[in-house]
């Protein structure tokens, strides 16, 4: 939300801009979530509030590709929904966030999945999992 609603500037006042941003956030989702879940615990709300930060980020992170979120991405990279990715594709779409250029699926698929070397006493030989 930082990136998207303040500037690029490197001073103090982003960082008070952030606290700000991220209090009022805070508060928005905890009310939120108070009212559609009226029977949830004062102990229940913090985690339910970081369940749904995290729901929001996964939903609308930039991975690639014109792809904003997982599902989308899953779709994109791999035309499957995201509950059907393997751990391998699941993977592949976790590392993203860090460079969605550098990881794409599209264009690195040796730098991603590299190479497999397997060790036998009788038989030795590589096998490139990007096939």
Request: charged residues 25%; proline residues 5%.
């Amino acid at each position: 939300m930082k990136n998207m609603l303040l500037t690029s500037e490197k001073k103090i006042t982003r960082k008070l801009k952030e606290i700000v941003l991220a209090t009022k956030i805070d508060d928005y989702l905890k009310s939120q979530i108070k009212s559609e879940n009226p029977n949830l615990t004062s102990s229940e709300i913090p985690k339910a509030t970081k369940e749904k930060i995290l729901e929001m980020y996964l939903n609308y992170i930039f991975l690639g590709n014109n792809a904003y979120g997982v599902e989308a991405a899953a779709n994109t990279y791999y035309n499957k929904k995201a509950k059907d990715l393997s751990v391998l594709e699941s993977a592949v779409i976790a590392s993203m966030p860090q460079s969605p250029s550098t990881l794409n699926p599209y264009r690195n698929v040796n730098r991603l999945m590299g190479t497999l070397v397997v060790e036998d006493p009788e038989l030795t030989e590589q096998v490139d999992l990007a096939s």
